[in-house]
Structure formats: C-alpha cells, structure tokens
C-alpha cells in the first residue's frame, strides 16, 4: 500500500468514525448535566462506610478493588514482558560504557545539572512516600505515589551516575521488591477470603477521624503496596531500556 | 460552551490517529499513540463533570457537598497506568525491531518482512 493509499483509506475512516462520535454526542446528556446515579450515590456513602475522604482513593482500592487487582498486575506483566523482550539475545553481550569516539572527550554532566538532581533526590523520594501513603485523604495513592519514588532514582542517572543508579536499584532486589508490592495486594485480598469475608472485604479497623492517615483500614494498606509495586515496575522498566543503550552490545554487525 | 471538551477529545483523537498512519519512526508512532489515549482522558472527564460541583475529595469539606463522578476519574486513572505499560513493552518492542532490522521506519520494516 502506498502511503497515499493509506492516507485515503485513513480519512474514509476518520469520516466513518466522526459520524459514529457525532452520533454518539448527540445522545450524551451535554457537559456539566451527569446524571448519575453511582457517581452521586459513592459520593454519599463512600466516606461514612470507608473513613476515606479521597472518593476516588475508596473507588479505586475498595468498591473496584477487584478491577484494581487486575490493573495492577497488567503493570506487573508489563515490567515482565519488557525484561523478556530486552533479555541477552544469542550474539549480544554486556560491556562497561565507555566512550564511542576515542578521541573525543565526552563532556562531563554539568555541574549544575549534577547539582540540581542531587538536590531534587531526597524532597522527591518523600514527596512519592507522601502521596502513596495518602491515598485515603487526598488526591494521591499508591499509583501517583509509586512513580514519583521511581523518578527519585532515576535522578541519580541523570545526575550522570550510571554505576551509583545500578548500585542503588540492583536487577534482582527491584524484582524481589515489585514481586511483594503485587502479591501484598493479593494477599489483602486473600487474607480477607480467609476470614470466611469475601475478597478485598476491608477488614481493618477505620479509625475514628475520616481521612487520617490511619483511617480507611485496607485502603491505605493496599495503596502502600501498590506505590512499591508501581515505583519497582517503573525502576526495573527505565533500567532494562538505559541497559540496552549503555552496556548491552552485539558481537559483529 | 457546552460542547468544547467534546471538540478537543475529536482533535486530539484525530491528530493522534494521523500521525499513527503517516509515521515514519516507530518511536513517533508510539507517541502518537499515547496522543490517541490521552484523548480518553479528557472524555472520561468530561462526561463525569457536574457543573459547579467540587473534586470527590471532602477533607474539611461537608460530606454533602456536590460532587463530580469519582468512577471515571478512577477509570481515568486505570488509563493512566495501562498506556504506561503498554508504552514501555511498544519500546521494548522498538529496541529490539532496531536491533534486528536496522531501521525504525514503518514503511521500510513491512518490505523487510515481505
């Protein structure tokens, strides 16, 4: 198919799929006119039965807990599958960076640059340890959370510290560590089936004032867990792909 | 206007999709993607929004309070983390289609397969 072609077949499409989206628009309610009724029904019942004052923290961790599971373990697979895809093939081996063109000097990271990642690492670190442990109150959680503790560390590479980011997130502990933010998910909701509860019932006590960090029993448990599965994910799948660029080489091309 | 976040949705819908047709890196096509994705977003948003209503967070706010619909916005947040993953597996794709085929150019890798 020439690119021509395809961008006629391509706007037949595009026309076909506007007049279903016109369609579709011309049945919808209009902005501003939600009529309900589950979002405003869990907006009543959500902090009275859950102690959360963050509605779509309870959603996500409580009354779809179970879709949740599932959403979290496709990250876990994904961080899997990009491991497998980028495994040592046949011909390929690891070689310490050095630089391409021997004779010429590869600038050192700037100072400033060094300097501003250094600086950023610990207020980032505790602002990603804030947000997955705050699911419950505000708008954070363990998914907001875990990423931003994943950017901590790869602060350290931009920083221009290659060996300290592998030193400091070694293959096999961010695996380890990402197997047991994804099975603690899965044991909350176990735990609960051995109870004689269903699972993901929200076993723990709620606490007395709504939204504190105590409060909302499983909820921010199960948030914890989900920011260290999701800040190993994220470590495990930025280190496979800086691993093919700087050490991973093919014997002859 | 009523029907604005409608029309961005289409937009960005559309300039997703043609740059997905039109590309010649697979890098950029898989951008494009998340361009098509993000347009989910702002849909979900959109038909979740109650005019004059707060975000369904009611820390020192009385628990009565109108409120937008907090179950697209954590389906908006399942988007989220799903177009990370499958953003990360695509380059991981896109690595090793390099690797192989020494190009990164759609067009030129369906002749290699033919």
């Not at chain 1, 899965?186 to 004689?196: K, R």
């Not at chain 2, 908006?76 to 085929?101: C, G, I, M, S």
């Amino acid at each position: 198919m020439t690119p021509r072609q395809r961008l006629w077949a391509f706007l037949a499409g595009m026309a076909g799929l506007a007049a279903f989206y016109l369609w579709g628009l011309a049945g919808l309610p209009g902005l501003g006119n939600y009529p309900g009724p589950y979002g405003f029904i869990i907006n009543q019942i959500a902090v009275r039965q859950t102690n959360a004052t963050g509605v779509v923290s309870a959603v996500n961790f409580e009354y779809r807990g179970f879709d949740t599971v599932g959403e979290e373990f496709i990250l876990f697979v994904a961080a899997t599958g990009v491991a497998t895809v980028l495994r040592h093939l046949r011909g390929e081996r690891d070689r310490p960076p050095r630089d391409e063109a021997a004779d010429r000097r590869v600038p050192d990271t700037s100072e400033a640059v060094r300097m501003t990642a250094l600086i950023l690492t610990g207020p980032i670190l505790l602002m990603g340890w804030y947000l997955a442990s705050h699911a419950q109150t505000s708008p954070s959680g363990g998914f907001q959370g875990g990423v931003v503790l994943a950017t901590g560390f790869i602060l350290v590479y931009l920083a221009g510290l290659f060996l300290a980011f592998e030193r400091i997130s070694p293959v096999d502990i961010t695996d380890a560590v990402e197997a047991v933010g994804a099975g603690g998910f899965a044991a909350i909701g176990i735990s609960a089936v051995v109870m004689g509860l269903a699972f993901l019932t929200n076993f723990l006590p709620l606490g007395i004032t709504p939204g504190a960090v105590s409060s909302s029993g499983t909820i921010a448990l199960i948030s914890f867990f989900v920011g260290v599965e999701v800040a190993a994910a994220f470590i495990l799948i930025v280190s496979e792909l800086l691993d093919q660029t700087l050490l991973i080489r093919q014997e002859s091309r | 206007m009523q029907v604005f976040p409608f029309v961005v949705v289409a937009w960005i819908l559309g300039v997703g999709l043609y740059g997905i047709v039109t590309s010649r890196h697979l890098v950029h096509q898989i951008i494009c993607l998340i361009v098509v994705q993000s347009s989910t977003y702002v849909l979900l948003l959109g038909v979740g929004y109650v005019t004059g209503a707060i975000a369904p967070y009611f820390f020192d706010v009385p628990v009565h309070t109108p409120a937008v619909d907090p179950v697209v916005q954590a389906l908006a947040l399942t988007d989220v983390v799903v177009e990370a993953a499958v953003t990360a597996l695509l380059l991981a794709f896109a690595v090793q289609a390099h690797k192989r085929f020494g190009t990164l150019d759609p067009q030129e890798l369906v002749q290699l397969r033919g």
